[in-house]
């Protein structure tokens, strides 16, 4: 073989190495990336949790459960008596709401999930890590403190009034 020939399999093999490299890395770059951005997201999901515990949220959130401890053999005597009625859930949830003053309580909790529910759905925050951390406390929560929240829907007037808490709740069951 000629050292032209060589010159050119040589330049030829070296642009293929380059190419080939330029690919391995530009794949290798963008996993990386995406392997931050997943971290990031977990990480500000991980500052909920940080949030959750911090007043405001956690003393609305003790004043809740609280509350709710001190009615839990009514709720339970309630909840296994098979002639219960919707009207008369709805009245036990909204008379112990009113009468430990939890209105304003509950309206802040509501507002925690719906920030985090718009986070998730923001692709800010990690849907899994906020699953794991709050999941079934938001499907919980909604779910007692619905008849509160459908009343507030209509006396607001406002249909969408804690649809990211719904939202949130829903996405998890």
Same mark, same amino acid.
Not at 36 to 52: C, G, I, N, P, Y
């Given at each position: 073989?000629?050292?032209?020939?060589?010159?050119?399999?040589?330049?030829? $093999?070296?642009?293929?190495?380059? $190419?080939?490299?330029?690919?391995?890395?530009?794949?290798? =770059?963008?996993?990386?990336?995406?392997?931050?951005?997943?971290?990031?997201?977990?990480?500000?999901?991980?500052?909920?949790?940080?949030?959750?515990?911090?007043?405001?949220?956690?003393?609305?959130?003790?004043?809740?459960?609280?509350?709710?401890?001190?009615?839990?053999?009514?709720?339970? =005597?309630?909840?296994?008596?098979?002639?219960?009625?919707?009207?008369?859930?709805?009245?036990?949830?909204?008379?112990?709401?009113?009468?430990?003053?939890?209105?304003?309580?509950?309206? =802040?909790?509501?507002?925690?999930?719906?920030?985090?529910?718009?986070? $998730?759905?923001?692709?800010?925050?990690?849907?899994?890590?906020?699953?794991?951390?709050?999941?079934?406390? =938001?499907?919980?929560?909604?779910?007692?403190?619905?008849? $509160?929240?459908?009343?507030?829907?209509?006396?607001?007037?406002?249909?969408?009034?804690?649809?990211?808490?719904?939202?949130?709740?829903?996405?998890?069951?």
């Amino acid at each position: 073989m000629k050292l032209d020939e060589w010159k050119t399999i040589t330049e030829i $093999v070296g642009i293929a190495v380059t $190419v080939i490299g330029a690919l391995i890395g530009g794949i290798f =770059a963008g996993y990386q990336y995406l392997e931050k951005e997943k971290a990031d997201r977990v990480k500000e999901s991980l500052s909920f949790v940080e949030r959750f515990h911090k007043p405001p949220t956690y003393d609305s959130w003790q004043r809740i459960t609280n509350a709710w401890l001190k009615y839990e053999a009514r709720m339970d =005597a309630l909840l296994d008596d098979p002639k219960l009625r919707t009207d008369q859930w709805v009245s036990f949830v909204r008379t112990v709401v009113k009468n430990e003053k939890l209105t304003s309580d509950v309206l =802040a909790v509501i507002d925690f999930f719906g920030v985090l529910q718009i986070c $998730v759905r923001s692709d800010i925050c990690d849907a899994a890590t906020a699953k794991a951390f709050f999941g079934s406390e =938001a499907r919980t929560f909604f779910r007692l403190h619905y008849s $509160v929240i459908d009343a507030k829907r209509k006396s607001r007037a406002d249909p969408t009034f804690a649809k990211d808490l719904e939202e949130f709740a829903k996405f998890f069951p």
